[in-house]
């Protein structure tokens, strides 16, 4: 039998599927919460949907307390390429404990991930919510109809730039990420340079800053702006069903 590999290709010892899980990806732990909420038995501070779940609480998706984690004895703990530190992935399995790291750095990629996790992880058939995303975000990509930039944090100002989930989300939808070409994968920035980009739109999600109609949008004396939601941009759970209609109404 072949062994189990993560997104990054390191063996994941796991030896029956995987019915204890701490998720440190709130994408993930959505996910799990509604396909297979008896697994799943601790997540972060950050892991917010769905609003009524009820699990342990680990801190942070930046600095998780690898105790409480290890209390828990999880089969397998669910980590993030972007979201969770390296050095943190590591310790615990210097403890002995199975980490399943995700690379989701595109829709598509996100999509094949979540599959392979359902699948392989924890022996579970592919949930409707995912079916209905790859039909809905496998449709051929449009022509593109406006550009936008998209804040995702204010002082100082840091943008999404190439190589991004969320740029490929834009992409997908018919927009155009004037700072798609960029060296960096979330730059910082001005207020000056992201309004010479002239983009048709600037987007602030409230999440990770909280940009909300008070804060963010007085700071463009020239630029569209439009509030979103960060999970609709940004998570690659349930919500990419929703992100697909509502975010498409910003086209």
């Not at 029956?16 to 601790?42: F, H, I, Y």
């Not at 397998?76 to 992935?89: F, P």
Request: glycine content about 6%; proline content about 8%.
């Amino acid at each position: 039998m072949s062994p189990l590999l993560d997104d990054l290709d390191h063996e994941v010892p796991l030896p029956r599927p995987a019915r204890r899980v701490v998720s440190l990806v709130p994408s993930l732990t959505e996910a799990l919460a509604t396909s297979a909420p008896g697994v799943l038995v601790g997540a972060t501070d950050w892991c917010t949907h769905p609003a009524d779940l009820d699990v342990a609480r680990v801190r942070g998706t930046k600095n998780p307390n690898l105790d409480a984690i290890a209390k828990l004895e999880p089969d397998l703990v669910i980590a993030n390429k972007e979201e969770n530190r390296e050095l943190d992935v590591r310790r615990l399995r210097e403890r002995g404990i199975a980490v399943w790291v995700t690379v989701t750095e595109s829709v598509p990629q996100a999509l094949d991930s979540m599959e392979r996790l359902f699948a392989e992880a924890l022996a579970l058939d592919v949930p409707d919510w995912l079916v209905e995303a790859r039909r809905l975000w496998g449709r051929e990509v449009p022509e593109a109809v406006a550009t936008a930039a998209v804040a995702i944090w204010r002082d100082p100002w840091m943008v999404v730039g190439s190589h991004t989930f969320t740029g490929d989300v834009m992409r997908r939808l018919g927009l155009v990420n004037v700072y798609d070409d960029h060296a960096d994968r979330y730059p910082s920035v001005t207020v000056a340079d992201i309004e010479g980009r002239t983009p048709d739109l600037v987007l602030l999600p409230d999440e990770p800053y909280v940009f909300t109609a008070d804060d963010g949008p007085e700071a463009f004396a020239d630029a569209t702006t439009r509030l979103v939601s960060g999970r609709l941009l940004t998570w690659y759970g349930p919500s990419l069903v929703e992100a697909h209609t509502e975010l498409g109404r910003l086209c």
